[in-house]
């Protein structure tokens, strides 16, 4: 278990160090996050639906779609020279090279959505103070799955000539459950609903990212072996 | 085609040995019914021309590919059956492996911390020493020339002291300062007992140090055992195979 930490966190840690430099991922996912909160500002038919109901499908398709770019990345910096080579050479657990990228991509999509919540509460004028909670802590439940799923569809599409573009395609319908449970329970905080009422979602959510990042972790391996 | 003889005793099984590798890329066969054995000290060099199925034999060593059919032993153990078998592995290949946002030192002190070693910090600083880089340590590998590159690049498949070093046209982009002091690396690393598989189709800088040299054509052995006379005759050799 040493040696899965130390490997994990060594390749977390070289991610999130080439992201810092270069910000690459960040600030495109960023910048998408900020426009398609925009877009949805300003296409929505202000007499036929008001904020309140297009707020938390607006802000999950915001998470969704910008945590997909920030994947993109996740992969593609191990395609120039060769870099992936480099990784499955190390005499390392397979299991621990993925752990490692899960744990930067979900940093890259965390922080993503960190950024994109303040700018969603200006577009839509939400009111979040009693919600924040249960928003953030719905946040990091979804994320950790769905970033589970993309980290695999990720490595698997690297090799692909069409990488940037099967990714989404790839990804895209296992972000269903996520994106819907999120929706519910935003849509539920931001009416200030009961929690009895967000609970059973939770629990969706948390064992969505029991399957996923289980399922992962195992089927990583043999996805890297050729 | 029978693979090179040894005086590797029969007690210690060679550091690396290759029987009968098949590689297929659908209908395509890349290698067919290869065999190699390397043992300690020895530096085979396998030429031949673009296409002849070099880089894909090196990746099947490497483990990076696994054969149609055939088996790879690392010091008598199959390749790639636990993790710790490909500690035995260094492998250059014609990606230099690196990070160009990260400087020199940080690309090596990752790669020491991937293989465990004891002081990652150390083993880089002692890498960008071997390759002549310590100034350079502090630069983005993006800033560094080809050149100095391909050295951060032989440092890294070095790092972690590799028993056996698979090395893809390591001369390549090198001018022949840098060349000789990476041929004067390699022949150090012969010294040391470790086996060298060194792929190019540039023969001229790698027949100084090969003991066995290697024709590969379409996939199969052409020319195959210890060297015997002079880069002349292997040349001619080489353009009497490739005639047909």
């Known amino acids: ?226 | 085609m029978s693979s090179p003889r040894l005086s590797t005793p029969l007690a210690e099984p060679p550091l690396l040995q290759a029987a009968a590798l098949t590689r297929r890329f659908g209908s395509a066969r890349a290698l067919a019914g290869v065999d190699l054995t390397v043992g300690p000290g020895e530096c085979h060099l396998v030429a031949g021309p673009n296409g002849a199925g070099k880089s894909t034999l090196l990746r099947l060593l490497a483990g990076l590919a696994r054969p149609s059919s055939g088996t790879v032993l690392l010091e008598g153990r199959p390749l790639a059956a636990e993790p710790f078998t490909r500690r035995a592995v260094g492998l250059l290949s014609h990606q230099s492996h690196l990070y160009d946002d990260l400087t020199s030192a940080e690309n090596l002190e990752f790669a020491a911390r991937l293989y465990g070693l004891p002081d990652p910090a150390a083993a880089a600083r002692a890498g960008l020493a071997s390759a002549g880089l310590s100034d350079r340590a502090d630069d983005p590998v993006r800033r560094l020339s080809r050149g100095m590159v391909q050295r951060v690049a032989i440092a890294r498949a070095l790092l972690h002291g590799p028993r056996v070093l698979l090395l893809d046209e390591p001369f390549t982009g090198l001018d022949p300062q840098s060349a000789a002091r990476v041929a004067a690396l390699l022949e150090a690393q012969r010294g040391l007992g470790r086996g060298l598989v060194l792929v190019s189709h540039e023969v001229h800088e790698s027949w100084k140090l090969a003991t066995h040299s290697h024709l590969l054509v379409r996939g199969a052995w052409a020319v195959t055992g210890p060297k015997n006379g002079t880069l002349d005759d292997f040349l001619r050799r080489y353009r009497e195979v490739l005639d047909g």
């Open chain 1, 1 to 226: 278990m040493g040696d899965f930490l130390r490997v994990a966190i060594a390749v977390a840690a070289k991610d999130l160090r080439v992201e810092r430099r270069s910000k690459t991922a960040l600030v495109s996912a960023m910048a998408f996050a900020a426009l398609v909160l925009m877009i949805f500002n300003f296409a929505r038919d202000a007499a036929a639906l008001s904020r309140e109901m297009l707020a938390p499908s607006a802000l999950w398709i915001t998470f969704a779609f910008s945590g997909v770019i920030a994947l993109n990345r996740s992969f593609a910096l191990e395609r120039e020279h060769g870099a992936l080579d480099g990784l499955l050479l190390a005499p390392v657990s397979r299991g621990a090279l993925f752990f490692g990228k899960y744990l930067a991509n979900l940093t890259f999509v965390l922080t993503v959505e960190a950024v994109a919540l303040p700018l969603f509460v200006l577009f839509f004028g939400v009111d979040l103070s009693g919600a924040l909670g249960g928003i953030v802590v719905t946040a990091i439940l979804a994320t950790a799955g769905f970033v589970a799923v993309g980290t695999v569809f990720a490595a698997m599409t690297v090799r692909t000539r069409f990488a940037e573009l099967m990714l989404p395609l790839l990804v895209l319908p296992f972000l269903l459950p996520p994106v819907i449970g999120g929706v519910q329970i935003t849509a539920r905080l931001l009416a200030g609903r009961p929690m009895s009422e967000i609970a059973g979602w939770l629990r969706i959510l948390a064992l969505y990212d029991l399957v996923f990042v289980t399922l992962c972790l195992l089927l990583f391996p043999s996805l890297m072996d050729e």
